[in-house]
Structure formats: structure tokens, C-alpha cells
């Protein structure tokens, strides 16, 4: 069964995986699995059984099945590529058939739902060692974070695991169900916070941003990047690491806390304490990192380099106040999160996050001018209006664990954006692959 290739050492010949789910991740797993010799059993929904046993068709080990049940009873290794919100509908299903002795995990963003629903279903003659890796399906997942759950394992059955999902050449991380919740929540629920309520901000003025000056700066294009980068997944992915995280509620109430009191302060005009709490908050998170005090997570010359146009005497570069990064910063603060600690679990896409909002509270001159334009300049008033609504709307959603609402918000904006996400995924992934050689340059130092 080995391929050329083929990764599969002495004694694993027969070890077969099985993946239940064919989406965007189930389909990455699959393929790159196969690639270096791995057998694989797969399905998706029943009905897609025929369009995915085409696609397929005697090719790269994959063999797909009809159902959940088929790939369970036959596999060592079976992994859940499904919905997090359904995470424990399916694992009901098809949990119990699965091979006695098998290990089985599961790839939802969201660790909590997904142990509890393998622990009321499983067997209890099958091993847990679950799995999250920590970027998109478009991303490489060479040197990207591959967090492992031992759950209900021995060792060996880790190993096995770590064996199988080597060929990835990721970093793995390993951590409990609960420690994987927290650091997600509190890096990705926060800044996802963030960008979704920039977009919904815009999409609320029906502006497209990029379309508003001549000249548009480095910061503000990464930011506009990035929530379009969001906005083009599907909406599950974000709704599901919000919702049912249970530390991500805390997160995300209080970035729309933070957004509230900051954009009060605006409004009075209250520049002093406006800047004592931004000052607070930035020594509290930044104040004790070393990777802040060594180097950049993005270099200023990232930054100019995504800039548009060019800023002429009649379209000057116009100062903004960046509320949605100050309220980062005042969420992390409020909530004694230093984002830094978590930078082994960082998702590509996060580092990004971290590193434009590390760029303007690392430049004193501009955060100054940042905080002088929020309360002098009232152009920005009516978009921070929106900022707040938004803010605060994701918050109350998330609160109530609406996936419904969550949904429609989502897509509603997601509309509006999607004739710029292929041009914008052009730029993320270039954005993406100069903050990796950065952090990779840093890494080689740091071993020096
Ligand atoms: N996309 C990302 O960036 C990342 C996602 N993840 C997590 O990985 C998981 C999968 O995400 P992703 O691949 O992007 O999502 P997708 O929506 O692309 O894939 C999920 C697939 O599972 C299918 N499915 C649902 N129920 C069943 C069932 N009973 N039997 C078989 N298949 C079923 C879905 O079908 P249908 O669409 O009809 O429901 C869909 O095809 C999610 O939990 C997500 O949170 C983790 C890391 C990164
Ligand atoms: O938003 C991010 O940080 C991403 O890089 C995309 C992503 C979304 C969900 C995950 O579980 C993992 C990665």
C-alpha cells in the first residue's frame, strides 16, 4: 500500500485512517496523509458518496466510503473533520462503531464539546488522542502548530499518532482540552472579535474602505486584509470557536466592554484618561514580553510595503484612531492576558493579527497621534458608532449562543465583500508568508 514516497514505518503497513468529514480540512488531511503512504477511509455526507468516490477514484490510497459507520468499524485511526456544532450528533452516529482498540479524534476548533461527546459515545475499548491544527486548509502545515490531546490514551497510542500525522511537518503542541480552550480563546476568539466587527462597521456604512482615500496605508491595508480574509471562510469555523468555547464568552464580552468605554472616553473628548488607560493597558501586555522587547512580529517594511498609492500633498496620509486595535489591547489588559504567552498555539493568521496591533503600540509618536485623532478628529465618529454596535452585537450573540443569528450576521457581510476575496487572498497569503520568514528568522537567532 506504501507509496514511493511513503512515510509509513516497518510495522504501521496496515494502520489505516479513517476521516469523517470531506470538507476543507478533511480533504487536506486526506490528501497529504495519503501522499506519504498512509491508507486512507473517508466519507462526508451519504449523499455526496458519489461525487466524492469520483473525485477520488483509485487514487492516493483514498478510499471513500458511504458513511461514518464504514470508515469507524474498519479504521485504527479515525478523526472527526465535522461542524463543531455538530460535533456530537455525529460522534453519537457513528461513535459506536467504532473498531475495538482504535484510536479516535477529532479536529473541531473547539475542544470542550468535542471530548464530552466522545466520552457519552465511545466505547469504552478505544483510545482519545485528539487534534487541532492551528491553520487553514489553503496554509502549508509545514511548521505551523499541531496541538495534540492525550485524552483517554496510553502513550503508544499518542505515538502512533504523532507517527501518522508527522508527515504534516508541523510543530506539535501538547496540552489538555481545557488549556487548548483558553489559549484559543483567548488569541483567536478576541481578535476575531475585532475584524468581525470592522467588517460588519463597513459593510453597516456600506463602504468599502479600500475605496474611500487615494492613499492607504500599511496598517490600515493589513487590517482591511485580514477581515476580508476572515469573512471569506465559512461561517461555522469562526461561529463554532466562539460560541461553544466556553472561555471565549468572557473574551468576547469584554472586548465589546472595552470597545464601549473606549469610544465614551472619544466622545467626551477625555484625552488624558483616554490615554492613561491605553498606556496601562499597553505596559500591561506588552510591558513583561521579551519577543516585544527583541524584535517585531512584523517588520515596518511589511507594513509600507502593503500600502496603496502613494500620499501627495492633497491626499496626505490621514491618521486614524484605531479603536478596534486599542480595544485589543484593553481586553487582554482587562483580562490579564499576555497574548505573547501563546505563541507556540498562534495560528498564521493570528501572528498577523498580534503583529498590527504590536506595530502601532511598539511607535509611541503614532499611538500619540492615534489617541489625539480619536478624540479631536470626528470624521471617524460615525464608523466607530458602527465599530460599537458591531462589537457589542458579536458579544450578545455569542452570549446567548445564537448560531443562527451568528450565522446571518455573518453572511450578510460576507456578501457584501466577496468580489474582493481572491485579490485579498493574494495579498494575505504573500502578508502571511514574510511574517513566517520573519518569525523564522527570529527562531534561528533565538537557537543561536
Ligand atoms: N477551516 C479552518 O480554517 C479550520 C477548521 N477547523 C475545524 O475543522 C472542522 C472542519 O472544518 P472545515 O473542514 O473547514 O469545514 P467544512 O464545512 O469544509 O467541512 C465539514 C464537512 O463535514 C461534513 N459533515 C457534516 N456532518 C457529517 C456526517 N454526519 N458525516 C460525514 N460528514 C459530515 C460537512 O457536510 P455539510 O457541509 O453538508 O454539513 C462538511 O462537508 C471544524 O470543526 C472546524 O472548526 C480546524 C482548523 C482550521
Ligand atoms: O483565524 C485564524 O486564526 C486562522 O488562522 C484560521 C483558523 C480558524 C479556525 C481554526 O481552528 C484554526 C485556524
Known amino acids: 500500500m ?29 490528501e497529504r496523509l495519503s501522499e506519504a503512504g498512509w491508507r486512507i477511509l473517508a466519507c462526508d455526507r451519504e449523499d455526496r458518496y458519489d461525487s466524492l468516490k469520483e473525485k477520488y477514484n483509485g487514487k492516493k490510497n483514498i478510499e471513500i466510503l458511504r458513511n461514518g459507520h464504514l470508515v469507524s468499524r474498519a479504521s485504527d485511526y479515525i478523526i472527526y ?20 482498540g482504535a484510536i479516535v479524534g477529532g479536529q473541531t476548533s473547539c475542544k470542550s464539546p468535542e471530548i464530552e461527546a466522545f466520552e457519552a ?34 502513550d503508544e497510542a499518542l505515538r502512533k499518532v504523532e507517527i501518522v500525522l508527522s508527515c504534516l511537518k508541523s510543530k506539535y503542541v501538547h496540552l489538555t482540552a481545557q488549556e487548548h480552550d483558553r489559549i484559543t480563546a ?6 476575531h472579535a ?43 469555523v469562526y461561529a463554532g470557536l466562539a460560541i461553544l468555547n466556553p472561555e471565549a464568552r468572557k ?26 488607560r491605553i498606556y496601562g493597558a499597553r505596559d500591561r501586555v506588552f510591558g513583561a514580553s521579551k519577543s516585544w522587547a527583541s524584535r517585531p512580529l512584523l517588520e515596518p517594511s511589511i507594513l509600507t510595503a502593503f500600502s496603496l498609492g502613494t500620499p501627495t500633498p492633497e491626499e496626505p496620509a490621514r491618521p486614524n484612531n484605531h479603536l478596534s486595535l486599542l480595544a485589543m489591547v484593553d481586553c487582554w489588559a482587562a483580562l490579564g492576558i499576555v497574548p505573547y504567552d501563546h505563541m507556540l498555539c498562534s495560528t498564521p493568521l493570528f501572528r498577523l493579527r498580534l503583529g498590527v496591533t504590536e506595530h ?14 480619536a478624540v479631536d478628529d470626528k470624521r471617524y465618529r460615525s464608523d466607530d458608532l458602527e465599530f460599537t454596535f458591531a462589537a457589542r452585537g458579536w458579544a450578545e450573540c ?51
Request: hydrophobic share 40%; glycine share 6%.
Open 121 to 154: 459515545h465511545l466505547p469504552s475499548d478505544v483510545y482519545i488522542v485528539s487534534c487541532h491544527s492551528l491553520h487553514g486548509p489553503g496554509v502549508d502545515p509545514q511548521n505551523q502548530p499541531l496541538v495534540l490531546i492525550q485524552h483517554r490514551a496510553p
Open 2 to 30: 506504501a507509496s514511493a514516497q511513503s512515510s509509513v514505518p516497518a510495522g504501521m503497513e496496515n494502520f489505516t485512517v479513517g476521516l469523517i468529514g470531506m470538507g476543507d480540512m478533511g480533504r487536506m488531511y486526506a
Open 186 to 191: 483567548d488569541t483567536q476568539a478576541v481578535t
Open 398 to 448: 455569542v452570549t446567548l449562543g445564537h448560531f443562527e443569528t451568528w450565522e446571518k450576521r455573518f453572511v450578510s457581510t460576507q456578501e457584501f465583500f466577496q468580489p474582493r476575496f481572491a485579490d485579498a487572498k493574494k495579498v494575505g497569503d504573500e502578508m502571511m508568508k514574510k511574517v513566517q520568514a520573519s518569525m523564522d528568522e527570529a527562531l534561528k537567532m533565538e537557537d543561536k
Open 81 to 100: 473533520s465535522v461542524e463543531a456544532a455538530f460535533i456530537d450528533r455525529v460522534i453519537a452516529q457513528y461513535g459506536p462503531s467504532t473498531k475495538m
Open 360 to 373: 502601532l503600540f511598539r511607535n509611541t509618536e503614532m499611538l500619540d497621534e492615534t489617541l489625539r485623532t
Open 251 to 276: 473574551q468576547v464580552s469584554q472586548y465589546a466592554k472595552s470597545t464601549t468605554e473606549l469610544y465614551k472616553l472619544m466622545l467626551e473628548g477625555n484625552f488624558d484618561d483616554l490615554k492613561a
Open 194 to 236: 475585532a475584524f468581525l466587527s470592522m467588517g460588519k462597521a463597513w459593510h453597516a456604512n456600506r463602504q468599502y474602505p479600500w475605496e474611500l482615500s487615494r492613499y492607504v496605508g500599511g496598517i490600515e491595508n493589513v487590517k482591511m486584509n485580514i477581515m476580508l480574509r476572515i469573512y471569506s471562510q465559512k461561517w461555522h
